[in-house]
T-cell receptor, first 110, second 117 residues
Framework: QQPVQSPQAVILREGEDAVINCSSSKALYSVHWYRQKHGEAPVFLMILLKGGEQKGHEKISASFNEKKQQSSLYLTASQLSYSGTYFCGTTGGGADGLTFGKGTHLIIQP | GAVVSQHPSWVICKSGTSVKIECRSLDFQATTMFWYRQFPKQSLMLMATSNEGSKATYEQGVEKDKFLINHASLTLSTLTVTSAHPEDSSFYIC?????????????FGPGTRLTVL
């Protein structure tokens, strides 16, 4: 089942912070976060595993609440380059393909 | 590191022809690769899981005889869209799972835009 992302869209001024949420109705093994710009492939941002391990870019932070089957991506001091569509992808097992949410459109204005 | 390439980046073909798309992991070995499809303004949908040396596993609703997948080596998977029709026009993206990492991150190729006339 497709995870639910919120909000659907966010408009920020450069330097502002944003939080994007991802919620699943089934037990999760991992949550993956990507950013996609128009016409391009998704770029890996972060992976969070059941049990607490995580790996990602230095300037990106995220949380994973296994009990609630929810993850949040935190974007601080946003830059113009952060604009794009953010997707969370979830798996129920380590070798599974990703089930993506519908995406959150982020627009950063100068 | 963790670079995935796809070829071609775009293709335009006539209805009824077959199109082959290659996905390569350039600097790591990928026992598992995945194929996704993305229609305009929509999310990515998993089509199939490709495992080196074995048959691909297809998601429900994806025709295995139409979308042929071959994963002949640890760095190459191919997707062949057979007898393509206009409704197959889409953005096809592969990802490779870094099985050398305990995290099993998936890295995406740049995608192939298929237009069927």
């Amino acid at each position: 089942q497709q995870p639910v992302q919120s909000p659907q869209a966010v408009i920020l001024r450069e330097g502002e912070d944003a939080v994007i949420n991802c919620s699943s109705s089934k037990a999760l093994y991992s949550v993956h976060w990507y950013r996609q710009k128009h016409g391009e492939a998704p770029v890996f941002l972060m992976i969070l595993l059941k049990g607490g391990e995580q790996k990602g870019h230095e300037k990106i932070s995220a949380s994973f609440n296994e009990k609630k089957q929810q993850s949040s991506l935190y974007l601080t001091a946003s830059q113009l380059s952060y604009s794009g569509t953010y997707f969370c992808g979830t798996t129920g097992g380590g070798a599974d393909g990703l089930t993506f949410g519908k995406g959150t459109h982020l627009i950063i204005q100068p | 590191g963790a670079v995935v390439s796809q070829h071609p980046s775009w293709v335009i073909c006539k209805s009824g022809t077959s199109v082959k798309i290659e996905c390569r992991s350039l600097d790591f070995q990928a026992t598992t690769m995945f194929w996704y499809r993305q229609f305009p303004k929509q999310s990515l949908m998993l089509m199939a899981t490709s495992n080196e040396g074995s048959k691909a596993t297809y998601e429900q609703g994806v025709e295995k005889d139409k979308f042929l997948i071959n994963h002949a080596s640890l760095t190459l998977s191919t997707l062949t869209v057979t007898s393509a029709h206009p409704e197959d026009s889409s953005f096809y993206i592969c990802s490779a799972s870094n099985t050398g990492s305990s995290y099993n991150e998936q890295f995406f190729g740049p995608g192939t835009r298929l237009t069927v006339l």
